[in-house]
């Protein structure tokens, strides 16, 4: 049987971040990563582009053979993990090896959510996660004339824009009654919402779908509101879920995701999780959630992998916060942090600019903006540090970037 | 991975004139207009803040780009950034708490700093001393993999800066080399070791205070009778050169040995209980110019040693400061080479926390301010060249900045230091007529 002192499942933005932080600190112990992809890495963030044609699908991974080789990597892909025996420290893969570990770190993200909508089963439908996913939905793409996407989460947003682009007629059906409800409030939204329609792209906002069937070559989906969409590709992006399912039986604790300390360790001795899989605590109160963003399985990886190697370095997550940036038509949208974690300090809004700036005891909670330049990652850090700005709260409101970075350079640069 | 050069950033010497962040646009865009710089300077009152990329050695932006479109160059350690990979996401500028990457708007995509493949143009913009391009790290990657030939755990005082100059010279210097440390702390740290072991990794020996330039004639001259290549080198104190040890330094000096002669002049017996010696300064205070009722530090000047060493006509003299590393290797590399052909003297000034009495954390700025004020000069000789300045005298800063930073000179009388000025003056002329007098002599 292998055996690895660092096992990492998943080959990620957590999985690799993790993978750079144990090098750091241990040179030599052996690592071997399993991923079910059978690909180098790369990042589900990138898919749609790859779906647009604008990534070339050889031209995505973030690591090659030699950076594996050259951090003394044992890289097998191809090969899910499909059980987990904790106590003896053994992981069982596809392939129908095993594996013994020292340390095991679980980054395998999260995967498609199904909606328990009667027919969709027995349609033909496309998801968005993985490359496959990804090349499988481009090729689609010269054929297709009607499009019918199923959630305005970043997802859809960003499907629904490139299937636009490539001449499609898209409808976006969802339940929620604006686009991007994690990210932005109804005004900022509707900035989003204008530059869709404008675009030709019909937005069904509030509606739920209440059957799928076939039609043709395509389906066929009624909404609750009564609306019949005809497409010849149906794309559901209705959210993602924690990829835990080879953990049952294992002991490890799973809530919604993987349920992790401040180092990002499991309920059981010698696990850690990180990224999308993992639940762990967040920023504005201290119940564990899932947030399923790039940043944030960057950063827990890292946590996750200085904790397995004993860096003695390492600093408890902060919790996570809320962010995002999207660009969508050539605009750009960045949402950093709480909407409600305060009260807004600035908020003003026309047909292309949007900036709302939250604060609670003269700390900065959240900030929000449409094509309205400011540090993302400043605002985070201010935000994650809780910096008192009493004394600059009228320029940081009059001028959040050029204050923010003044904070910056004084405070930590 | 290697060590990098980088962009520095003094505040206090910047005024706002904004011509890095003209400069820099011009260069990236073709148009002045500041907002496209990617170097920017925030006015915050009379003071100014800076936003810049730091071409991080654990870059975040790079971990946060889905697209594989950031990479640290291996080497010149920049974050470079491929258009052709960008995808337009923004979630590098997540990543970055320090401002470094950002969406422009006129390009329509992310940028940043590339220092200009090295020559950047903000630093050279940049009149007023606020931004520099520091290029010291070439010295890591040149000399960084050679072996350090001392031990370690060297008994140092904390913040020595001797130690760091018997370390830097002989990784320079090389194996190939037979050591000579007369009483001092550079055997008093332990470089000749206890019990039979040497605390260094080449044949060392400690002769008399008196004669260790003639043991190190002798053995040269043994090794190349031989037929043997072998540096023949003297790491001694200012007292052991300048005071007892100068009469068969003189002499080997005269008859042109071919050996390299290093002192490493902390202005005192520092090791035998903080003395005063030939080179201790006026004012200063030591056990033996004591400060109190009557006494008030050193009544007489320092002789100037290097200057006396030129005066033998040596193959190469030079002066250096351990706050300006490339000068001292370069004067290093240049000493070796002399010393194969003749005597080769090397004048290294090395500030002593514990006898001038500051914060062994603050030797290196010691160092610099020495230099900075005058009170200390880089220059190099050879007898075909004659002497040139390793950097301008002009604009000195106020010698006060330096003597305020010493403990020895806290008892300084405002007569006192008026004596001291003068004598800076009157050095600093002296070896300027010196400088311009060779290119007179050369025209
Ligand atoms: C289309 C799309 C757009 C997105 N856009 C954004 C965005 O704009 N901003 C943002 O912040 N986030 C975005 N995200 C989310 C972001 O991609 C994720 O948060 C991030 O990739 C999480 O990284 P991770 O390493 O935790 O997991 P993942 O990236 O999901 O990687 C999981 C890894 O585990 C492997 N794996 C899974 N199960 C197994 C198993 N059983 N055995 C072995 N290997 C396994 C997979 O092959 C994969 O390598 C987007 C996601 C998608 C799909
Ligand atoms: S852009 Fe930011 S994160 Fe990236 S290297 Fe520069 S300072 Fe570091
Ligand atoms: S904007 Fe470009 S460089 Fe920045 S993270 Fe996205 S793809 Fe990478």
Known sequence: MQQTEYLIVGASHAALSALQAIRMQDAEGSITMVTR???????????????????????????????????????????????????????????????????????????????????LK??????????????KLNKALPNTKQAVVLGAGLVGMHAAENLAKAGAQVTVVEMQPRVLAGYFDAEASSII???FAAKGVELLLGAKVSRCETAGQGARVTTDTGAVLDADLLLVAAGVAPVTDYLAGSGVAVDRGVLVDDTMRASVDGVWAAGDVAQAKGFYDEAKILNGILPSAVEQGKIAGMAMAGDPAVRPWPGGVPLNTYTFFGQQAV???????????????????????????????????????????????????????SSVREAFIKDPQKTARTIMSKTWR | MGAFNTIAFKPEHCDGCNACMTACATAKTGSADIINSRIQVVADGDTFELALCRQCGDPKCVANCPAAALAKDDASGVIAWDGSKCVNCLLCTVGCAYGGIVYNAAAGHVVKCDSCGGDPACVKACDRGALTYLTTANIYNEVGDLEDLFVPGLAGCQGCNTELIMRHTLRRIGPDTVLATPPGCVPGMGSVGYNGLTGTKVPVFHPLLTNTASMLTGIKRHYKRQGREVNAVALAGDGGTADVGFQSLSGAAERGEQILFIC????????????????????????????????????????????????????????????????LYAKLDRAIDASKRGFAYLH?????????????????????????????????????????????????RPIDEYLEALGKYRHLEPEQVGHI????????????GLAEGRRAAMA
């Open chain 1, 37 to 119: 992809d059978d690909a180098l890495p790369y990042s589900p963030t990138v898919l749609p582009y790859v779906v647009s044609g604008r990534s070339a699908p050889e031209r995505v991974a973030l690591k090659d053979g030699a950076w594996f080789e050259q951090n003394k990597v044992g890289f097998i892909r191809g090969a899910a993990v499909t059980a987990l025996d904790a106590a003896a420290r053994r992981a069982k893969l596809s392939s129908g090896e095993e594996i013994a570990y020292g340390k095991l770190l679980l980054a395998t993200g999260a995967a498609p959510i199904l909606p328990p909508i009667p027919g």
């Open chain 1, 122 to 135: 027995d349609v033909k439908f496309h998801v968005l996660r993985t490359l496959d996913d990804a090349m």
């Open chain 1, 193 to 195: 919402e204008a530059a």
């Open chain 1, 335 to 389: 949402s950093v942090g709480s909407q409600e974690a305060g009260e807004t300090v600035r908020k003003e809004a026309d047909a292309k600019h949007y900036l709302k700036i939250v604060m609670k005891d003269n700390r900065l909670t959240g900030i929000f903006g449409i094509n309205v330049p400011f540090d993302p990652g400043v605002m985070w850090e201010i935000i994650l540090r809780r910096i008192d700005l």
């Open chain 2, 264 to 327: 490493v002049d902390n202005e005192g017996y520092m090791n035998t209980g903080m003395q005063r010696s030939g080179c201790t300064p006026f004012g200063a205070w030591t056990s033996t110019t004591p400060v109190g009722e009557r006494g008030k530090g050193k009544t007489q000047d320092a002789k100037n040693l290097p200057l006396l060493m030129m005066m033998h006509n040596c193959e190469y003299v030079a002066t250096a400061s351990t706050a300006f590393m490339e000068d």
């Open chain 2, 348 to 396: 290294i000034y090395s500030p002593c926390t514990t006898g001038w009495r500051f914060p062994s954390a603050e030797n290196i700025e010691v160092a610099r301010k020495a230099v900075e004020t005058n009170f200390v000069m880089l220059w190099e000789f050879n007898p075909r060249d004659g002497l040139r300045l390793s950097r301008p005298l002009d604009e000195p």
């Open chain 2, 421 to 432: 000025e003068a004598t800076v003056r009157k050095n600093v002329e002296q070896i300027r």
